[in-house]
Nanobody, 121 residues
Framework: QLQASGGGLVQAGGSLRLSCQSS????????MAWFRQAPGKEREFVGC???????TYLDPVKGRFTISRDNARNTVYLQMNSLKPEDTAVYYC?????????????????WGQGTQVTVSS
């Protein structure tokens, strides 16, 4: 089970840090990812991190967002800086036990409940 938290309302240019804690057994090869879904749009991949710390990101967030994970705490984080109104969405964490870096929603096995991020202009 994944539990996401940390969303909120922030002005453009501000920062937020999202957290996602897993309450289940952590599989060593698990890829942890963040997705987001804006109103009227499909859920999109934001970025992910492997067990060893390899990261990949959606192009529009590169240089602004950073994913990290604390394997001992079964927690993954999404640090979001220089936020823009177009970052407004519900953010979801997800886990893929395959160990392969993948970006489709259908590739992920477990999902958190989502946390709202709203960026005002």
């Amino acid at each position: 089970q994944l539990q996401a938290s940390g969303g909120g309302l922030v002005q453009a240019g501000g920062s937020l840090r999202l957290s996602c804690q897993s309450s289940g057994r952590t599989v060593s090869r698990t890829i942890m990812a963040w997705f987001r879904q804006a109103p009227g749009k499909e859920r999109e991949f934001v970025g992910c991190v492997s067990w060893s710390g390899y990261r990949t990101y959606l192009d529009p967030v590169k240089g602004r967002f950073t994913i990290s994970r604390d394997n001992a705490r079964n927690t993954v984080y999404l640090q979001m800086n220089s936020l823009k109104p177009e970052d407004t969405a519900v953010y979801y964490c997800a886990a893929d036990v395959s160990g392969t870096i993948r970006t489709k929603t259908s590739d992920y096995d477990y999902w958190g409940q989502g946390t709202q991020v709203t960026v005002s202009s």
